[in-house]
C-alpha cells in the first residue's frame, strides 16, 4: 500500500533555531516524487520541496532542506533559522511512479515561539 | 501571472442538495486535480482531468463528479450532499509532462453541509 506518515502531530521551537519534521513513506515503485507543502490557516497549499527518488543529492530549496534515506524510506524537512511566519501545517506527499496523483501525510502543526 | 483560482470561497448546503465548485488552473497549466481536505487531516485525492477526460479517481463515490473544459478549467459536482462531505476542496493545477510533478494549489473551497 501506498502510504506516507507523520508520526509528529504537533512541534514547537524557538525562533532562530533549527526544527526537523519527519516523514516516512511506503510504496513498491521505484520511480516516486516526495514533496513538502505548507498550509497556513487561510488553507493554500503552499509548495516548499521535491526531492525525486532517483536524485543521489538531498534536495535544498532557502532554509528549507529534505533529508533523503532512500533505503529508510524517509524524507524528513528541516528548516534552518526558524521565523514567526514558518507556524503552520506542514505536509509530506508522495507522487507515486507514473502517476500524478499526490497522497499525502496527516500532517505536523509547527508553532514557532518567539 | 494568474495563479490556480477558485470559486466560491465558501459554501453552506443542506444534506440532499448538489453543489458545483469551480477552479481555473494557473496559466499555461493543462491538468486538474481535485482535493478533499477534511477538518485536521490530510488532502485525500478525488480525480485529475487532462485532455477534458477523468485520468485517475481516487476512492470516492460516484457522487463526485467532474469536468473539464477546452480552456483547461474545471469544475466539481458533489450530488446528494452527506454531512461527511463538509470539507476544504482544494483544485491543484500542473502541466504534463512535467519533469517532476509539482502541482500548484488554489486557496480552495470551504464546503459546509448542515
Known amino acids: 500500500a501506498q502510504k506516507i506518515t507523520q508520526t509528529q502531530p504537533g512541534m514547537f521551537v524557538q525562533e532562530k533555531e533549527a526544527v526537523t519534521l519527519d516523514c516516512t513513506y511506503d510504496?513498491?515503485?521505484?520511480?516516486?516524487?516526495l514533496f513538502w507543502y505548507k498550509q497556513p490557516s487561510s488553507g493554500e497549499m503552499i509548495f516548499l520541496i521535491y526531492?525525486?527518488?532517483?536524485?543521489?543529492q538531498n534536495a535544498t530549496e532557502g532554509r528549507y532542506s529534505l533529508n533523503f534515506q532512500k533505503a529508510r524510506k524517509s524524507a524528513n524537512l528541516v528548516i534552518s533559522a526558524s521565523q514567526l511566519g514558518d507556524s503552520a501545517m506542514y505536509f509530506c506527499?508522495?507522487?507515486?511512479?507514473?502517476?500524478?496523483?499526490?497522497?499525502f501525510g496527516a500532517g505536523t502543526r509547527l508553532a514557532v515561539h518567539p | 501571472d494568474a495563479g490556480v483560482t477558485q470559486s466560491p470561497t465558501h459554501l453552506i448546503k443542506t444534506r440532499g442538495q448538489q453543489v458545483t465548485l469551480r477552479c481555473s488552473p494557473k496559466?499555461?497549466?493543462?491538468?486538474v486535480s481535485w482535493y478533499q481536505q477534511a477538518l485536521g487531516q490530510g488532502p485525500q485525492f478525488i480525480f485529475q482531468?487532462?485532455?477534458?477526460?477523468?485520468?485517475q479517481r481516487g476512492n470516492f463515490p460516484d457522487r463526485f463528479s467532474g469536468h473539464q473544459f477546452p480552456n483547461y478549467s474545471s469544475e466539481l459536482n458533489v450530488n446528494a450532499l452527506l454531512l461527511g462531505d463538509s470539507a476544504l476542496y482544494l483544485c491543484?493545477?500542473?502541466?504534463?509532462?512535467?519533469?517532476?510533478?509539482?502541482?500548484?494549489f488554489g486557496p480552495g473551497t470551504r464546503l459546509t453541509v448542515l
Open positions: 491543484a493545477s500542473t502541466l504534463l509532462p512535467s519533469t517532476y510533478n509539482e502541482q500548484f
Open positions: 510504496t513498491s515503485d521505484q520511480s516516486y516524487g
Open positions: 526531492q525525486g527518488s532517483y536524485d543521489e
Open positions: 506527499a508522495m507522487s507515486p511512479g507514473g502517476y500524478n496523483k499526490l497522497i
Open positions: 496559466s499555461g497549466h493543462d491538468t
Open positions: 482531468y487532462y485532455e477534458e477526460e477523468e485520468r
